[in-house]
C-alpha cells in the first residue's frame, strides 16, 4: 500500500495513493494505524481523495483505527471521499460514525 504519512504538531495525516481500499490491502492499513497508535500518536486524519472504490474490509480497517483511536483519547477523521466511496458511508450510515470533511485543512481545523 502506498501511504503519504505528514506530521503537524500532534495530528498524523495518511493520504492514501491507492484507488482501492479493499482485502488485497486493508490489513497493510490496519498495521500501519496500529503501529501510528502505539507510537502515542491518536490523532489522525485519512485523506481517501485518491481511494475510488472501497469494500467491506477496507471499511472495518477504518473502523477499527476509529476504535482505536477512541479508546486512546485521540480521534480519526476522513476526507476527500470521492462520490462511490462516500455513497458506501452512507448506505453503512458510518457517515454518521465518522468525521469526514472536504479536505485535509478542514479536517486538521477540528482537531
Do not use: W
Not at 477499527?64 to 453503512?92: H, I, P, Y
Amino acid at each position: 500500500m502506498i501511504v503519504s504519512i505528514e506530521e503537524y504538531g500532534h495530528i498524523i495525516t495518511l493520504t492514501l495513493r491507492e484507488e482501492r481500499l479493499d482485502a488485497h490491502n486493508s490489513n497493510e492499513l490496519k498495521a500501519q494505524l496500529l503501529n501510528l497508535f502505539e507510537e502515542g500518536k491518536v490523532n489522525i486524519i485519512i485523506d481517501l481523495s485518491s481511494v475510488r472504490f472501497i469494500d467491506s474490509s477496507g471499511l472495518g480497517a477504518l473502523v477499527s483505527g476509529f476504535k482505536n483511536a477512541s479508546s486512546r483519547d485521540g480521534g480519526l477523521k476522513l476526507c476527500g471521499l470521492q462520490a462511490q466511496v462516500k455513497s458506501m458511508f452512507e448506505l453503512t450510515r458510518l457517515h454518521r460514525v465518522f468525521e469526514i470533511f472536504p479536505g485535509t485543512e478542514e479536517a486538521l481545523a477540528s482537531f
